[in-house]
DNA sequence: CGGCATCCTTCGGGATACTG
DNA sequence: CAGTATCCCGAAGGATGCCG
């Protein structure tokens, strides 16, 4: 349980290495019970907000918009209790409690980042193959089934 | 809609860059519409057995462990309608339909290494401050409320 | 073999009201 | 201000059966 373990196993930078795991017998993808914390409706704007600095309670509740009072605290409650938040009660009255990222959130969150790199750069492309995948169900609807090896998807 | 743009308006490297996209007000995150598909249950597994080589349905549903008939369909059809996964039918008797991942789903997963990356890296602190959490939540029951500021958090 | 249709359970999450 | 507690709903997902 030493601290200062900023070593990865075996760093995954290709897809030849996540097979390479697989063969190994080992996971290639992000645990779920990761996947869910991120998951979560809230999760991943709240690390934005509060990665900008320590933030109030009430300051989240304004700034991610939507979000209810019972969701906040309780995603909060998780994202701290995984260590990715860091929470402090100033005993004053009124209270006032602050809440920032930790290190590892901001590594995740970098992470993350690939994979907004990712939806943005396809975000056109999926749109095009969703659009194109719903109009070759009504066509299909109206004609018979085809008698050739059928491909649906959409060119790159 | 031309094809060949494999260019990202602004590639996010840093939070920096991250933080000025919020100024513009721009959205630093993957949209929901993204994240909810490789949220399911069964969407990150089902690529990364596909991108493997073509599979089977049965070969599916027997490799990614614990999927239903109903939810390995669905997803199946999720990603084909996303342009993630490409569907072929060879019209035999009896029927064979092959899956496969499409370039952009493999970037999908390239992306998602990262995210691999970063749990493998800290699930043994993620764990930690669980640890931590947990037992201060049965202390705090014990014991009165300190009057000190509360930090909760896992030395990194 | 590769589905789709139906039923049922579970759980995330919203609305609202109360509290130290 | 920063929560907790309660109720409720809709969507995700499991189980099962039928079908081309």
Redesign the pocket.
Same mark, same amino acid.
């Given at each position: 349980m030493s601290q200062g373990n900023t070593d990865v196993p075996g760093q995954l930078k290709t897809l030849a290495d996540a097979q390479a795991l697989i063969e190994s017998g080992q996971c290639p993808i992000p645990p779920r019970e990761i996947l869910?914390r991120i998951? /979560?409706?809230?999760a991943i704007q709240i690390i934005v907000v509060a990665s900008r600095g320590p933030v !109030?309670? +009430?300051?989240l509740?304004r700034t991610v918009e /939507? $979000?209810? !009072? !019972?969701? =906040? +605290? =309780? +995603?909060? *409650?998780n994202l701290e209790r995984d260590g990715m938040l860091e *929470?402090t $009660?100033y005993p004053t009255v009124?209270?006032? $409690?602050?809440?920032q990222t930790t290190p590892m959130a901001l590594e995740l969150y970098e992470a993350l980042l690939m994979v907004t790199n990712w939806s943005r750069k396809h975000s056109a492309c999926v749109a095009l193959a969703r659009e194109n995948y719903d109009r070759r169900l009504n066509e299909e609807a109206s004609s018979g089934s085809s008698m050739t090896p059928t491909k649906i998807g959409v060119a790159m």
């Open positions: 869910d998951a /979560g409706k809230w !109030r309670f +009430t300051e509740e /939507g $979000v209810s !009072r !019972r969701m =906040l +605290t =309780l +995603t909060l *409650r *929470r $009660v009124p209270p006032k $409690v602050e809440y």
